[in-house]
């Protein structure tokens, strides 16, 4: 009994730890649509120069994938995630002292250089060390960047009432990284190590399943990241407060939270992720229609729906990932492949969606665009039979 606690204790703190991280993951980011139209009214910018704080840092995520994992084992994983937290932090402590749209665009890709060393190491990290749990930790450990993004969101306009400061509001979620900081620092000798890789390094480019996996991983995180930039600049344009908006969107990554708690555990009782795959994908759909052709009549019910469907799309196209190889660090190279090109195709739709509504003066066809890629997405969910996984990379 003691060796069990004794085991399990090291497991926590270090599931705590991953909680703790997973929270400074999409604040620099979520912090921006509620305070953009103060960040507008003090530094000049159109709506497509906005969508590069959104795009840019998804793009470095993307790009930073590629390398993050050689770096963490270069570095090693707890350096890996202190280095990481730093520059999070750094970055957006910096936004107390900005004066121009470039001064802010960096400090947004530092951000996200920072975020992708951690997200690049971490599915790799859960499957080692929880390999009989891992979509219930990968739906915890999303979860947890979705809480973050709610803080964000919901408090960032309530901090810039409170001190008159929308860079107040975009630099105190510097206290998060604080807060990961030290208690990884505090962890020295008590986290278990984790394993590195003695498998050789895979080249996933020429796999055709690795790409279709990225693209569907980059078409859903297209949806949250366009959300995530505009949802609140929308409902601001269609006469809401900037609070209220902003509060709009906390709701909605409210919803994410719950579902990336949920959906994770019940697709956890089967292998065959296809049938909540789908109704994810219905869900968002079903979200995007109400987000256009409804947005004031049951205003609630569409940030519900998209939040719910977002929520447990984001960690199930992981989980799925992570199902195609039984190995953790081959595992962990594939999701690092299948985020790196991911963010890449997610990067581009804010950008999209900005010049959208720089040209046509409405989000509306944001919206209509991002429901036509559900509907491939569906096409795609039904090739991920599990009894055909294993053909797939030898």
């Known amino acids: ?3 069990v606690r004794a085991t399990a204790r090291p497991a926590v703190w270090l599931m705590l730890g991953i909680v703790l991280v997973a929270l400074n993951l999409r604040p620099s980011m979520a912090a921006v649509g509620p305070l953009l139209s103060a960040i507008r009214g003090d530094i000049p910018l159109s709506f497509s120069v ?3 704080l959104t795009m840019l840092p998804v793009v470095a995520m993307g790009l930073a994938m590629f390398f993050g994992i050689g770096i963490s084992h270069r570095l090693g994983e707890r350096r890996t995630v202190l280095l990481s937290l730093l520059i999070i932090g750094l970055a957006t402590l910096s936004r107390l002292f900005l004066d121009s749209a470039v001064q802010l665009i960096i400090s947004a890709v530092l951000a996200g250089v920072g975020i992708a060393l951690i ?6 990290l859960i499957k080692s060390r929880f390999p009989d749990n891992v979509a219930l930790c990968m739906g915890l450990y999303v979860t947890s960047i979705m809480g973050g993004a709610a803080l964000a969101a919901s408090f960032a306009p309530q901090v810039m009432l409170g001190t008159g400061s929308w860079r ?5 979620w510097a206290v998060l990284a604080l807060l990961a900081l030290l208690f990884w620092l505090s962890q020295r000798d008590d986290a278990p190590p984790i394993a590195t890789s003695t498998v050789r390094k895979e080249a996933f480019f020429t796999h055709s399943r690795a790409w279709l996996l990225a693209i569907f991983f980059g078409l859903g995180t297209a949806s949250y990241t366009c959300v995530l930039a505009w949802l609140a600049p929308y409902y601001v344009e269609n006469g809401w407060s900037e609070q209220n908006a902003g509060l709009l969107l906390g709701f909605l990554t409210a919803m994410e939270v719950i579902s990336g708690l949920v959906v994770p555990a019940i697709a956890n009782r089967s292998r065959d992720r296809r049938l909540v795959l789908g109704a994810l994908l219905v869900l968002i759909i079903a979200g995007f229609c109400g987000l256009i052709l409804s947005p004031q009549y049951l205003s609630l019910l569409w ?3 998209l939040g719910l469907g977002i929520g447990g799309l984001f960690p199930m196209s992981l989980i799925v990932s992570l199902d195609h190889l039984d190995n953790p660090q081959r595992a962990g190279g594939l999701t690092a492949f299948v985020q790196g090109i991911g963010y890449l195709i997610a990067g581009l739709s804010p950008l999209l969606a900005g010049v959208i509504r720089d040209r046509l003066g409405s989000f509306e066809w944001a919206w209509w665009s991002l429901t036509a890629v559900m509907v491939v997405m569906l ?5 991920f039979d599990p009894r055909q996984y294993a053909r797939h990379f030898h």
């Open 1 to 3: 009994m003691e060796n």
């Open 50 to 52: 906005a969508s590069l």
């Open 119 to 124: 997200q690049a190491l971490m599915p790799a």
């Open 168 to 172: 107040a509001g975009l630099a105190i």
């Open 303 to 305: 940030p519900c729906l």
């Open 379 to 383: 096409l795609i969910v039904l090739r």
